[in-house]
């Protein structure tokens, strides 16, 4: 019963999935409009990293419960559940790691005795940070709730 309720989940995971990349790119291409304001631009700019965000979460949510609704015996499950939870340690280093660069960064920006262009630089670093922190997140939880 627990397999039927795994492919289930996997099924509703890939919908959102498609649906964030969907959003994404129709967020991508409004951001690329000459024909908007600029803050138009920058709002679909970020609304498209936020869709970015959930895609990659609901794609590692899917392959979790796709991975769970597979038929396993007891000594796979054994193995499965310390790989996801030596998983979930790695992954919440790696959401660790992502956030204290993504501070580096946004201070960066804040320092005025940078220039313009390491500041922009440091902007998109620390959205791309924040981007792999969000990612690792959602990995986490993945594998946690597979233990």
């Known amino acids: 019963m627990q397999n039927v309720k ?3 989940n996997a099924v509703t995971e890939k919908v959102k999935e498609v649906s964030s990349g969907a959003s994404y790119e129709a967020n991508k291409e409004a951001a690329k409009n000459d024909n908007l304001s600029a803050g138009s631009r920058i709002g679909h700019g970020v609304d ?3 869709d970015k965000v959930e895609e990659k979460g609901h794609e590692a949510k899917k392959e979790a419960h796709k991975e769970a609704a597979e038929e396993r015996g007891v000594i796979g499950q054994i193995g499965d559940t ?3 939870a030596y998983n979930f340690v790695a992954e919440k280093v790696h959401e660790a790691t992502s956030a204290a660069s993504y501070e580096g960064h946004k201070q960066q920006v804040k320092d005025s005795d940078n220039t313009i262009g390491e500041r922009v ?3 998109f670093s620390a959205v791309g940070d924040k981007i792999e922190e969000k990612a690792h997140k959602a990995k986490a939880e993945t594998h946690k709730e597979a233990i």
Request: proline share 0%.
């Open 6 to 8: 795994d492919a289930a």
């Open 48 to 50: 498209a990293v936020k």
């Open 82 to 84: 310390i790989s996801n």
């Open 121 to 123: 630089g440091a902007g």
